[in-house]
């Protein structure tokens, strides 16, 4: 959860729902931020494997959508509330 903290704090500027069991977070639009999402992604679906992730890179914004099946939308949520959180806390860079 610390790198996933990190990430969100740092890259995440958004965060909505985008329909039943998914959720939207906008990113800072840099390749760095891409390739730290992806790389969490990737390691997140190795021990949860109910997540799925989909990172968009269009028009100048960038974007991780997080879904889940029913039987997971608790934990989702979880971590879309968590997002948000570190996503209002100061940030080093500020």
Not at 22 to 34: G, S
Not at 50 to 75: C, K, N, P, Q, Y
Request: charged residues 25%; glycine residues 6%; negative net charge.
């Amino acid at each position: 959860m610390a790198a996933f903290d990190s990430f969100f704090s740092e890259a995440v500027t958004e965060v909505h729902p985008a329909g039943p069991g998914r959720v939207r977070m906008a990113l800072r639009d840099e390749p760095q931020i891409a390739g730290r999402a992806a790389e969490l992604a990737v390691r997140e679906t190795g021990c949860c494997s109910f997540f799925t992730f989909t990172l968009t890179a269009s028009g100048g914004t960038l974007a991780l959508e997080v879904s889940v099946d029913d039987r997971h939308i608790e934990v989702l949520d979880a971590l879309a509330a968590r997002a948000a959180e570190a996503m209002d806390a100061p940030r080093s860079d500020s």
